[in-house]
C-alpha cells in the first residue's frame, strides 16, 4: 500500500477522468494530530488534482527566505504561539490567487480561530470566486470535514511513532513495527522519537488542538456545515468516506 502511494497508484488515486477536471471548491480538514489527515490529504490530491495549501508549510517558508512576514513570524512560531490572524489572513489570500487553486483546494492547518473562519467565509464569497471563473458555481463555502479518533488511540498512535535517522523510514511499536525492535530494517540504524511526538509534548500539542480548533468546528456545526467522519478504522474507509463526502458537496455546487 506504501508504495502504491508513493507512486500516486493506491485504489483511490484513480477515480473517473472527470475528477480532475471538475469543480471540487475549498475543502478544510480539520482533526487533532495524529488522526491521518496528512494520509488523507495526499489521496484527496491524488484524485482530485488539486493542491494542498498548508498554512505551516508556508510560514515555515517564509521563515527560510527571510521575509518580512517570515521575521515577523519566526519568534511567534518558535513559542508555539499562533500568528496573527492578519498575517496569515494575507499570506493565505495571495496564495490562493494563484492558478492552480481555481477549480478547488485543500486548507491544511487553516482556519486556526474563529475569527480566521469567518475571514474565509467572506474572502471565498467576495474576494475570490466572484472575480473569477467560476461564474457558474452555486455555493462557495467550504467543506468542511474533521476526523475524529479516540483520544487513548491517538495517544499511542503518536508515542509509538518511530522513525529512522538515516533513512527516513517510518515505524509504528504498536501497529507497523521493525522486524527487530527499534532497529530499522533497511539499514539496521537504532530508531529514534520524533521530538514533538514525546509524551509531554503529545498532551501539549492534544490540549492544544482541543483549546483552539474546537471552537472552529462547532463555529461551521453552528451553520450545519461540519461533516464528521469517523478515524478509528482502516486509512481506506476513511478515504472512502470523504471522497463520497466532496463528490456530493461537488455536484451540490455545481447544481446538478
Ligand atoms: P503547523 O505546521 O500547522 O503545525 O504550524 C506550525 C506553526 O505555524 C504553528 O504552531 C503556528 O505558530 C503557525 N501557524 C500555522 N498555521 C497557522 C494559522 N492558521 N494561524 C496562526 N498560526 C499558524
Given at each position: 500500500m506504501?508504495?502504491?502511494e508513493l507512486?500516486?497508484?493506491?485504489?483511490?488515486a484513480?477515480?473517473?477522468?472527470g475528477d480532475?477536471?471538475r469543480?471540487i471548491?475549498p475543502?478544510v480538514?480539520?482533526?487533532p494530530?495524529g488522526a491521518?489527515?496528512g494520509?488523507q490529504?495526499?489521496?484527496?490530491?491524488?484524485?482530485f488534482?488539486?493542491?494542498?495549501?498548508?498554512?505551516g508549510?508556508l510560514?515555515?517558508?517564509?521563515v527560510?527566505?527571510h521575509?518580512p512576514l517570515?521575521?515577523?513570524?519566526?519568534a511567534?512560531?518558535?513559542?508555539?504561539?499562533l500568528?496573527?490572524d492578519?498575517?496569515?489572513?494575507?499570506?493565505v489570500a495571495?496564495?490562493?490567487?494563484?492558478d492552480d487553486?481555481?477549480?478547488?483546494?485543500?486548507l491544511?492547518?487553516f482556519?486556526r480561530?474563529?475569527e480566521?473562519?469567518?475571514?474565509l467565509?467572506g474572502?471565498?464569497?467576495h474576494?475570490f470566486f466572484?472575480n473569477?471563473?467560476?461564474?457558474n458555481?452555486?455555493?462557495?463555502?467550504p467543506i468542511?470535514?474533521?476526523v475524529?479518533v479516540?483520544y487513548?488511540?491517538?495517544k499511542?498512535?503518536l508515542?509509538?511513532?518511530?522513525?529512522c535517522?538515516?533513512?527516513?523510514r517510518?515505524?509504528n511499536?504498536?501497529?507497523q513495527p521493525a522486524s527487530?525492535d527499534?532497529?530499522?530494517?533497511?539499514?539496521?540504524?537504532?530508531?529514534v522519537i520524533r521530538?514533538?511526538?514525546?509524551?509531554?509534548?503529545?498532551?501539549?500539542?492534544l490540549?492544544t488542538?482541543?483549546?483552539?480548533?474546537?471552537?472552529?468546528?462547532d463555529?461551521?456545526?453552528?451553520?450545519r456545515?461540519?461533516?464528521v467522519?469517523?478515524?478509528?478504522?482502516?486509512p481506506?474507509?476513511?478515504?472512502e468516506?470523504?471522497?463520497?463526502?466532496?463528490?456530493?458537496?461537488s455536484a451540490?455546487?455545481e447544481?446538478r
Open positions: 506504501a508504495n502504491q507512486c500516486g497508484k493506491g485504489p483511490h484513480e477515480g473517473t477522468p480532475s477536471s469543480y471548491g475543502i480538514l480539520l482533526g494530530p491521518g489527515k494520509t490529504a495526499k489521496r484527496i490530491v491524488a484524485r488534482k488539486i493542491p494542498q495549501i498548508s498554512t508549510d510560514l515555515r517558508d517564509n527560510a527566505r521575509t517570515g521575521m515577523q513570524a519566526k511567534v512560531m518558535e513559542r508555539g504561539d500568528v496573527s492578519d498575517l496569515v489572513e494575507e499570506m495571495e496564495r490562493l490567487k494563484q487553486a481555481q477549480r478547488g483546494f485543500i491544511d492547518g482556519p480561530t474563529v480566521q473562519a469567518i475571514w467565509d474572502f471565498l464569497k474576494g466572484d473569477r471563473k467560476q461564474q458555481v452555486k455555493a462557495t463555502a468542511v470535514i474533521r475524529d479516540d487513548n488511540r491517538l499511542l498512535r508515542t509509538g511513532r518511530r522513525s535517522p538515516t533513512c527516513g517510518i515505524y511499536v504498536h501497529s527487530v527499534e532497529v530499522c530494517d533497511v539499514d539496521g540504524s537504532k530508531l521530538d514533538d511526538d514525546r509524551e509531554e509534548v503529545i498532551q501539549e500539542r490540549a488542538y482541543e483549546r483552539l480548533t474546537r471552537p472552529v468546528a463555529y461551521y456545526d453552528r451553520q456545515r461540519l461533516y467522519i469517523n478515524g478509528d478504522r482502516q481506506d474507509q476513511v478515504t468516506e470523504i471522497f463520497q463526502e466532496i463528490l456530493r458537496h451540490a455546487a447544481g
